[in-house]
Structures are given as C-alpha cells and as structure tokens.
C-alpha cells in the first residue's frame, strides 16, 4: 500500500479523553475513532490488525474442532426469559421493540440463542460432541465505557459453545480450548496468564478460567503464587483460614472483659480509629451494610481486610448486590455511615473466618459518635454464615500449596473457558437420547475471546514513549518502507522497484510516498510501529539502505540493496 | 471435514414457510436455521459459503482501490436527524436507547457514519479520492420480512463509500466500481445485468445502477429491449411519450362531444367497464387517489396503463406516498372507491403523457354508480403536472433506441452503484479546501452488495429438483467423496486414504463417513450440491472410483485411484 492512497488519519496530540495507553497510540496512530462512548470505527490499518487476529483465533478454534456459525444479533427476548437472564442482565443488556411491538434484545453473548438451535436441531448423542464458534459483534450498554476498545459497548468477540453428552468429552474439549488459547496467545506475542476465575452471571457448575495479560491498565488483579503454579483472579482466591494462620486462640476459651461502649466523635473510618485510639486495624471488626436481591445483610471482615463482593454474592447466591446506601445504613443501624456494628443488628450477619478467629474486637455501636470494645464472635452476636469473604493480601500463604506468598499483579482479561454443565440446557429444554435411550441434558461448555481487546492488549504491551511496535504475525504491514525524498528521482526509483520486489516476494509493505519532511515521515513511521523500516536515502549511490527494527533500541543499519530482501526474511522468520 | 463431526442437520421436508427455492433447500441442506422472521443463523456450510463470497468481494473491491474499514451498528439518532433521515426511513429504522436514556440507531446503512467520520479526518484535496469499504451486519426492520436470505431484518452487506473532491474523479470510481461488481458476479456463476435504477431514499443527484440476477422468484421487475443496450428497473424505465407514439392528434383540435355523465351500477373496475360498455381499456381515463406527504393528490393514466408509483413519488419529491384509503377517497371524492375523475376534482391533478394525448376518456363522475364520457384533458380538468408516471408495457418502443421493442423479466437485486454527489456532504458539512484555497463538499458516491442475498440468489440460478447446486468458486466443499460402506475395510481405507490425498493437494472434501444407507447419503450429497461427487464402492477392488459432476445430468464415469487427483484438478480448473 502507497501511504499517499492510505487513510490513516495519524494525530499530533493526544486525545484528552484516553487514559489507557492503547486508547492513545490507536487514536493517535488512526487505527481507529470513536463514534459514541464505548463505540468506535476501525479504520484500514486497525481493520486489518484485527483481520490478522480473526485469522489466528479461527485457525487454532478451528484446529481445536471447532465449526464457525454466524448467529443473529437480534435476539428475541423470550429467550432471555426462558434462561433467566432477562433480569439478570440488567441495563447491559441492550432491550428494542421491532415494528409489531415484539421485544428483543441485542446480543451480549449468544448462550441462549445456540442453545435453542442445538435443541431444535441434535436428539441424540450420536451427534454430539459438537462445538461451534463464531466471530462477531456483541453489545454490552456497560455502565463506564472507558479506555478505549479495553471496555466497549460494541465490540468484536470469539465465542464457542460445545455440546456433549458427558463430563468427560467437555473436560476433554475444555483443555483443547484451553490450549488453544494458549497459542493463540503466544501468536499474538503476549505475555499472559491462565488463572482461576469466578464463574459470574454466565457460569455453571464447572471450573472456569480467564487468560489473564499481565498489563499496568487492566482492571483485574491477579493473585499467584512465589511457590507452586496457583494463579486466579482476586475475586476467586480463596483465603486461607486465619484462624489457624493468625495464632489466635479461639476467642471462646479466653477471658475477655465484658463489651463497653466509648465515645468516638467523628472516628468513621479504620485510619481515622486506629490513629486516634493507638490500635491496629487488625483489633477492628469492619461491619459493611449490602442490599442483596433487595435484601439487607451484614458483611463483617477485620479492619485490616478488604471485602471481596464477589465471594459475598455467591456465598448468598444473589443476582444483584450492591452496598447499601447512607440513608438505609441509617434506618438499619440506628446510626450514621462508619458506626455499624453486629451487636443487636437485626439482619444476616456474614462473618469471615479471620474475624471468627479473633478473641475480641472493637466494633461500631450502631449509633453516631459511638463503638463498643471486648465485642466476641459467637457471643456478642450471633453467626449467621461464617465463610471467606474477603480478599486476600500480598504476602499471605498460598491457599493452594500453603508453602509459597501471594503477590499480586494487573492484568487484563483477554479470554475466558467456562464449564457450563447443564445450567442452560435443563433452562431452554436441550436434551438427548443416550446410548441407554434415557433422555438427558447436554453438557455444555462456552469460551470467549474479545477480539478488538486482544488488539488493545498487544499495544498495552507492546509500546514505547514515540508509538506502537507491532509483533509482526500482527502487524498492518510488516515493512515501512520510506525514502527521504520522492523529489530525488534515484531514491523514488529504488523505493518503488524495493516495493514490488518485496511484494512480490509476499511482504507486506507500505511505502511512504508522501511528500513530507523526514521528521515527519519517521515521527508517523514510530507511531504506527511496523515491525521493520527500511529508509532509502542518499546512501542508495552506493547501493546502501537503513534498516532499523521498530522494536530495537540499536541504531540502524546499513545493508546492500541486493542483500535487502533476504534480510528481511529472516527479520521476519519466513 | 468428516460428516460424521460436521453440524449438517439436513431434512428431508421443506419447512411450510419456505417459498422460495433458495429458502427451501438452504433450510433443508441444513445450511441456515431462521431464529425469528427475518433473521437467521448461517450454520457451518452456509458460513463457509459466505466467507468464500466475502474473499471474492474484498479481492475485488480492493483491487478497485478501496480500504477495509469496520463502522458500528449503532448509530446516534443525532446523525440521523441531522442526514434528515430519522423520518424519511420510517419503520424500518430500528431505534432503541441506552441505559442514559440517549437514542440510537442500528445501521440499515452507514451514508451517516461515514460521512461524519470523514467530515472530522479529511480537510485538504490532497487527501482525496478516498473510497472505503466493509463488510458488515445491516438492521432493517422491514415490513416483509420473506423468501429466506432475499429478504431479512438482519443480513451481511459490502458497502462501499467514496468520496472525491471533483465529479471527473467520483465517474472514475464509480467506473471502477461498476467493472469490479461484474467480476464478483461472474465470479459467483451468477446470470446478472446491470440496469438503471431509481435512486429512492438514498439517492442523490447523480446517475444509479442495480445489478440484477435474473430469476423468477425477483421481486423486481427488468425492462430490456431487444435491440440496443437499454436495461432498467420498472421503476425507472421510461416510457416514450405516447402523444407521438399512440397517432392520436392531440385533443384540443378535435370536435369533441360535451361532457355526458351516465349510470354505471357497481362497474367500478376497468374490466367491468369494458366488459359491461364494450369499449376498449384505452379508452378509460384512471384516476387514482394517492396520500403524499400527508396531501391528497390525483394520477391519472389510462385504462390500460399501470401507475408507477416510484415516478409519481419522484415527480412529487415526496417523502412518502401511498395510496388513499377507503375513507380518504369518499371524502375527497364523495363517492365510493372506483368512481373517482379529474372533473371538479379539487386536488393537484398530476397526468400521465398518456392521457393528455387521448382526444376524449371515460372518467369516474365523483359520483357513486356514474361515469362521464367526452371528458377532454385540459378542457374538462386542469392538469397540474403532466408527466411519465406509468409502467412501460412488453411490446411498446425502447426508450433509449427507439427502434428495438421492450421486454420484461424479472430479478433479485445484488448490488447497487450510486453517485450521491453531494447530498450527505452537504447535510453532514464534509467539506474539503480545494487546490484554489475554496471551500467546497466533498463528492460522494456508495456502492452496495447484499453478501447474505447473493448466497440465495445463487441457489436460485443453480439448483434442480434434488437440491443445490454450487459453483466451485463458492462451494463449501468442492468433493463430497463417498463410501458406499464404511463397514467395508477395502473401501474406508481407499477413503481414507483419497481423502488425506486430496487435501494435501490443497482440494476441499467433504468424506461422508456416515454409518448410513447410500440412499441417504446420495440423497444428502444432491442436496448439498458440491460440485463433484467420488463414490468408492466394490469396483475399488479393481482400482477404480465412481465420478460424478453434481451440474451434469449424465451417469456417473469409472475412473482408475491413480488418476482421480489429476482429473479433479481439471474439472474444478486449478
């Protein structure tokens, strides 16, 4: 391609909405726009980057068994009612009327439209296993569109459904999905993590894991261990119980003086307590109001921990929960925001293990500008579910060897694998006939990738201060191909005949024809980040080009005209 | 791919609402499943198909000089409002809002998007000619949803955009344009003609063509002569002015008669006229009661003519035009529908160059159960606009060579060029500075391919009475290579084995190793209909294969194992 034909509407400033890096780069490269919040056009060098990728997911799918459908994007909403996800979804799912007044929705995620076709279509289990996959335009209405294509409203996904007729043939398809991620991670050059995760609104009763790239923008923590191989999400990992790690004793053998109310005017939060009184966090019990499905519960976890929404939403098997807000604290409590406490609180109480383990604690008093001390678990208020719900810490033990320390790192979520069982086969009725002639519930498993993420993500990790460096199984073009001046005819003449040359030899190269000052040409050339540039200036008298790789800290290099393609083929590992 | 792993779910019934072929045997050769009227998922074969119709059209539009670019299908209703689209494409534009309440559209057509993406990147005529294109899904809420893939709410489109700084330049893509659909369609196999067209919603001030595969089953109609070149869609055909063409002098000179109104009992159609009065249907004057715009407005053509309602909606320049109903006509006319006339008529007259060259008519009295006979045009009534407002008839003189006669045929749309000049530049103010230091709109043209449709319209042209029939350039597979018995070890290796052969040969097989009669395998290989049929059966002990080409009607040839490869490479041209 002769860049004076391209479109690529390459920027000098930032835009000053993009805080991610890809956002920036992508913008600033004219790799895309946005139309909307959350909505963007892919223009010609970022459609073809997603071509390559689309190419690398659908051969390795395909390779792992996989046959590509295409399914609708209007959805018609019965379906959603059938598996339970209509509300569930919430505003994210994009709701419309068509002209008769029938209501559909536009797709998030196609479970329940391939569900209903498998059911219509595969009686018996001499038709299955089967997996179908499909690239395709999902819509999610997020609540804070943000960084770009790391969080869209409409966006490009992979998505794979399997069928079968027992466990054993989805585990086995679940690994050559899960290995397929893998290469078709490692193809797309990026460093990345499959770790433990928490099966969501999606999930069934099976194991799930998210492949994780390790990245400083991601919205996900990622909790691994210095030891053994453990690697989940934040919210999936699971604590291990304090009440033996902590040294405590069990808080009801001890003595402990009886609960005293004291004064602490102002003294809402943890620091505000522990700086006033001279204590530590960890002598705290934190008592956190949640609404869950409508309803009020307490989560109560030691002042030094975090809670962890997730382990407290599938410990109640709610749909929705959300903290609750200060005039409901209030009319529970007695009290202002910051003074909750377990004794005397008329809801659920969900009580963490570390907080279970503690001899006494010093907790809200359920009214303003007061809390009690020698407040103990078990006897001072009663345990409505004790369980794990708070998020673990760097350096605790590791829940899966118990040898190691966890330490935690960024990550974006570049794909999931899901072992669905039969939680939506049993909702929209898809069943067959087994070997015995007993009719069963398929087993079914799904595994997504976020196509136009994987393109931010390889930015977030490929980048430095001037642009983008492109891996070049990924790259729009692989050489940049520039001359100084178009004007000097010796270098116009050596440029075009390079450029046929390499294209004829299956290199894909784009040929800066513009007529721009150097400076510019090389500023754009860092920006969109071709893996290799190959500047022909006035050294082309004797023969000699510069070359230089986008990724490379060296400074170029001078190489014959004649030994320029071969070069070059080795660069690229063909 | 082996049948046995392959999601081909064929059926041996046609679906009852399936009416047109192609409907009929997609859905039967297990191809596409509809989800709700209108909209459909493409299954493994049918995906393929279309992926081989997608490489076709992106070769050759890129060949044509386009860029790949992926717009959003949602769309703000703000550009919408702005184009002054929002209204004009009524229902069929389906709206919806996000969760902040904000509207949007999803794109039927991206005119909108586009031209408001290039408004904000392209400022110079340096940057321009400029064409774009993509393959994407289109939403379009019609009111008749019909005939499978010919007609859907949800379907793959290639659209293209250009946008040039001069009228020289736009000719020139629109050209290029016009040469690239001829190749994809014979590339396709597909019997196609290019004919003018009418502009309709999307127009603009420049030239239209449609690209149209003949077929029975088209909902549009061709007009061709049979001399000279001249192809048009009904819609647009002109029909030459009759005063020349009919030999009656025009009317005010002759001595005409006085109007005579009579008694017509229950005569309202132009067949009880004639019938009941014994005269010719030429010589009945019709008058039709159209609503435009939300204003009455008469047509009148002659008994024997139809009313083109997309020339009376042009002449107009009307938004939306459709015919009166029962009500509208009594109360406008003050009589029952089928006795409407010109005379006295206080509506905007508009009559077709037909008319005005009959001397005398028969009309309608306004009046329930009258006629009046002797009614002269512009004598009798006023003529507001004299036009071409019917349908050409077969038979009548070309309009382009005056010399050859018409012919009708009927056609299934494919594709359709378009020059828009300046119609969205101007609405969206996509301006450029040109080479003077001017200001000025960009010139635009857009160039359509229905990519599901011409799947369907290939089974249209291609297809007999046992099922599809692909052309090897958009077959899913090019060999169906069948055993008679897998039970059968000489013939499942021999199989097996001319299975892995030809693959390596880069040749695309299907192997049916189906544990099924031959019955239902022959029966499921015409179905699908790939383009060259290999059974292996008893004869392969002596080294020899069964052929068949799916087209031809002739019985299947004895080839020897050894030369099977080297004959299908002929046969499928490599």
Chains 1, 2 share one sequence.
Not at 488 to 505: G, T
Not at 547 to 552: G, P, Q
Request: glycine content about 8%; proline content about 3%; overall charge negative.
């Amino acid at each position: 391609m002769k860049q004076t034909n391209a479109f690529v509407p390459t920027l000098r400033e930032v835009p000053a909405d993009a805080e991610a890096i890809s956002h920036q780069w992508l913008v600033k490269g004219g790799f895309i726009r946005q139309l909307s919040s959350g909505i963007y056009s892919l223009l010609p060098l970022g459609r073809i980057v997603i071509r390559h990728i689309e190419t690398i997911v659908r051969d390795e799918i395909e390779l792992a068994g996989a046959q590509e459908v295409l399914l609708p994007a209007l959805q018609p909403a019965e379906l959603w009612h059938q598996s339970g996800r209509y509300e569930i979804y919430g505003q994210e799912l994009i709701r419309l009327h068509d002209r008769h007044g029938r209501e559909f929705a536009l797709g998030p995620t196609h479970e329940e439209v391939i569900t209903s076709l498998i059911e219509q279509e595969i009686k018996s289990y001499r038709k299955l296993p089967l997996t179908l996959f499909q690239i395709q335009t999902k819509f999610r209405d997020e609540r804070r569109p943000r960084s770009g294509l790391l969080r869209c409203r409409e966006f490009l996904m992979k998505d794979a459904y399997s069928f079968s007729a027992d466990w054993k043939d989805l585990d086995r398809i679940y690994d050559a999905m899960y290995a397929a991620y893998h290469r078709i991670f490692q193809r797309c050059g990026l460093n990345f993590r499959a770790v433990e995760a928490d099966g969501g609104a999606i999930g069934g009763e099976g194991g799930t894991h998210e492949f994780m790239a390790i990245a400083e923008s991601g919205e996900d923590i990622i909790v691994t261990c210095n030891t053994c191989d453990y690697a989940a999400n934040l919210e999936k990992a699971a604590s291990v119980n304090t009440s033996v790690e902590s040294g405590h004793t069990p808080s009801h053998s001890q003595a402990v003086g009886q609960m005293e109310r004291f004064y602490t005017q102002d003294l809402r939060t943890i620091n505000e307590l522990t700086d006033s009184l001279g204590i530590e966090a960890s002598d705290l019990i934190k008592t956190v109001i949640f609404i869950a499905d409508g309803k009020p519960v307490a989560v109560l976890v030691r002042g030094d921990h975090s809670i962890n929404e997730t382990k407290v939403k599938n410990a109640l098997q709610a749909i929705h929960i959300e903290l609750a807000d200060t005039e409901t604290v209030r009319s529970i409590t007695g009290a202002a925001t910051g003074f909750a406490g377990p004794v005397s609180l008329n809801i659920p109480l969900l009580v963490d293990f570390a907080v279970t383990a503690m001899g006494e604690g010093i907790t809200g008093a359920n009214e303003t500008d007061y809390h009690i001390r020698h407040v103990v678990p078990g006897r001072d208020f009663t345990i409505t579910l004790a369980g794990d719900y708070r998020n673990v810490l760097e350096g605790e033990h590791c829940p899966c060897c118990s040898m190691g320390t966890l330490k935690t790192v960024r990550g974006i979520e570049l794909g999931h694998v899901f072992k669905l069982g039969t939680k939506y086969s049993e909702k929209l009725g898809a069943t067959f006939v087994d070997s015995s002639g007993i009719e069963q519930h398929m087993i079914m498993g799904c595994y997504g990738i976020g196509i136009t993420r994987l393109m931010a993500t390889i930015i977030e990790q490929h980048h430095d201060e001037h642009g983008m460096i492109w891996p070049v199984a990924i790259a729009p073009y692989q050489v940049h191909l520039i001359p100084v001046s178009m004007q000097d005819q010796a270098q116009s003449e050596a440029a075009e005949q390079l450029y046929k040359q390499l294209q004829e030899a299956g290199i894909r190269v784009l040929l800066d024809d513009r007529d721009e000052r150097m400076g510019v040409k090389l500023k754009d050339a860092d920006l969109i980040g071709l893996p290799i540039r190959i500047v022909v200036g006035k050294a082309i008298s004797e023969g000699l080009l510069e070359l230089k790789e986008r990724r490379s800290k060296e400074p170029a290099e001078r190489i014959a005209v004649t030994e320029i393609a071969a070069h070059i083929q080795v660069l690229l590992g063909k």
